[in-house]
């Protein structure tokens, strides 16, 4: 960290010991003054929507309702649990709550967290996991409330909506306790709230009283968002979350005295935040799929609410962003292959608008592209209710929500993205991904996972090597170390060790740094390296090729790990769940659903052993996680060797097609990796130039 940035922190944690009072928690004022006239006037303009964006409103919801009875009958069910204070957060079972509410409660450790002052609870240790309470005060299912009332005219809704916030703001005075603990929470909170209340703004329980009360916390929190927002190393999808949660404040209230400033502080942030976060090929910054979701639905919601009011429109920092991100999500998912699950996942909402559990990239593209901002056919075809909310703002838009680029297209076909380092080759039903990029963003890379070099494989629109998701934030700290690690991936781990070291479960303090030393995607090649195992004693550099050829039925993955001294080097594989596993002599066979999809063959340049790991309790090997805190067993596995360096090891994938595949070999000599084997009989072979990049030739 630079000297800026230490300052910065050191002065964070000295606040922490101070009283509450600061600038993020005094209470902003109306434009107009604080009498009670002033709030009156404030809030028939706000019923009567003047002067302000709409996303919830009831001309939307009756339409809403006669076209999308399916969906419109999903969210009354999710809204009836939330009004029965029946809730479920992650992988984590359902809880019933009782009235009223008690907000700082963790009904899953039977602990409460205490009312301290907020800024204290980043030294406070407690055996809960904080993630579970702030997904209960995020409030994300007040929208839910609001849009049920809208669609059906039940004061059972409304009076559900506002009992439940009236307890909150009891219990959560500004600054205090576990929910205030960081301008992102307040953030995506107030979005929350916001939007709620405004799809609430006819109800009659929408007290002068109430309405004072609530606008009060929604002014705190954007002052809180702006004060206490995410500066330096991290300023990743913290700092979106915050400035949009201050943008929809500013835009949705601009009786508050300082919205125009606010609104103007968060727009310029989100637009010179945009381009780094989302870069120029698409790839999002963070190497997380589920952050890069997450962050583009920040900024589209930013992005629609401008457009819908009207002035100067959206920018085109954000739009343009959105758009970019759009395409390459898209282009991953081309044909029905399945999203690709690297980097952290906490499964978190912008907001919620509809009632899906985790969000998906599909769902996400069926979003963006009722606002026009990214591509359509099938791959945004999910049709949402949260889509539905969009599109039906995006008609209703002063300015009319057009693409930025409508050069850009959608090819299922192989690529690379450069600047988010991912490469993608096809060929028939088989896409296989090479993870060629960063650690993560910034020097902290917090959700970045050592996965380096990592080669996923699907079929037929499955996962079969697979990332093995991400397990656990807070709740267990020996899964997230292990889910996080290298010997999770796809990759190469040496002596054990991490790829990059990590400095805490949201901390990396010395990342690998990844080089391209080629790229082919006519011929089919992959060839980069890394530089995270040169701190071991030795100097160990991986260098991996990927050589996937059109047409050819085989797929090798070649490991090269040079340096000096003797090292044990794992080549690991990790299995999607549905994939059964039979061990033979020279490898694995690889079957789903009794069929077998895959034979992998594996040979080096010493003696190696093979191996597999399932649902290893004591190690944590051998597991997939498709929602945090929540794990199934799966294979894991490996080939290994224990010997001097240099070392070549290589794994042949091939389709289980009738043609026999065996006698894997692979022979080092001066800049050259000679590899064979034969096919009913008939000898292939293939030499890898290590001198060149992606200097790879093949011989049927």
Known sequence: MQARELLWRSHRAALASLPSRSADSVTPRLASGS????????????????????LLDRERAESIAANHREHVSTLLAAADAATNLSFQFFGYPRVQLVHPVDWNHDPISDLRWPSNASRRFARQ???????????????????????????????????????????????????????????????????????????????????????????????????????????FSSANNHLIGEMAGLAVVAMMFPEFRDAKRWERQAIQTLSAEAP????????????????????????????????????????????????????FL???????DPAPRYGDDDGGFALRLGVQPVRTIRDHLGIVAGSGWGPGGATASCDNLDAQWYRAASRSASNPLSPRHSELAVEGA???APHG?????????IRTMMDIGPLGYLSIAAHGHADALAVTVSADGEDIISDPGTGSYHGHADWRAVMRGTRAHSTVCVD????????????????????????????????AQHDGYKRLAGGVVHRRWLISPPGERARLVVDLLTGTGRHTCSQNWPLHPAIDVETNRAGHLLSRRGAPVMQLLYAASAATFIDGVFGDSERNWGWWSDRLERR?????????????????????????????????????????????????????????????????????
């Not at 380092?421 to 039903?429: H, I």
């Not at 991490?498 to 011929?523: C, K, M, Y």
């Not at 293939?686 to 093949?698: E, L, Y």
């Open 35 to 54: 009498r009670q006239e002033d709030w009156d006037s404030a809030q028939a303009s706000f019923r009567a929507a003047t002067n302000r964006p709409v």
């Open 125 to 231: 240790k407690l055996a809960s996991d904080v993630k579970w309470i702030w997904e209960l005060n995020r409030l994300q299912h007040l929208p839910l409330l609001a849009q049920a009332w809208l669609f059906t005219g039940d004061a059972r809704y409304s009076t559900a909506a506002f009992d439940q916030l009236d307890s909150w703001i009891d219990q959560n005075p500004t600054g205090q306790g576990i929910a205030w603990c960081g301008a992102f929470e307040a953030g995506i909170r107030a979005i929350s709230i916001a939007i709620a209340l405004q799809g609430l703004r006819e109800a009659p329980e929408l007290t002068p009283e109430r309405f004072q009360r609530i606008v009060g916390v929604l002014g705190a929190s954007a002052n809180r968002c702006w004060h206490g927002r995410s500066l």
């Open 276 to 327: 780094k976060q989302l870069l120029a090929d698409g790839a999002g910054s963070e190497q997380a799929i589920s952050y890069q979701m997450f962050t583009v639905e920040l900024l589209h919601l930013v992005a629609v609410l401008a457009a819908e009011r009207g002035d100067d429109g959206a920018p085109d920092p954000i739009v343009e962003a959105i758009e970019r991100s759009s395409f």
């Open 330 to 336: 898209a282009s991953l998912i081309e044909g029905g």
């Open 414 to 416: 192989s690529f690379v």
């Open 421 to 429: 380092g991912l490469a993608v080759l096809r060929d028939s039903a």
């Open 496 to 527: 054990g060790q991490d790829q990059s070291v990590s400095g805490g479960p949201f901390l990396w303090s010395e990342h690998a740094r990844v080089t391209i030393r080629g790229i082919s995607l006519e011929n089919g090649v992959v060839d």
């Open 632 to 700: 199934t067993p799966t294979w894991w596995l490996s080939a290994s060797c224990d010997t001097d360096l240099p070392l070549a090891m290589v794994t042949l994938m091939t389709p289980t097609d009738g043609i026999v595949t065996e006698g894997l070999s692979v022979q080092m000599s001066e800049g050259l990796l000679e590899i064979g084997w034969e096919e009913d009989g008939r000898a292939r072979s293939t030499t890898v130039s290590t001198d060149g990049g992606a200097a790879v030739s093949m011989s049927s």
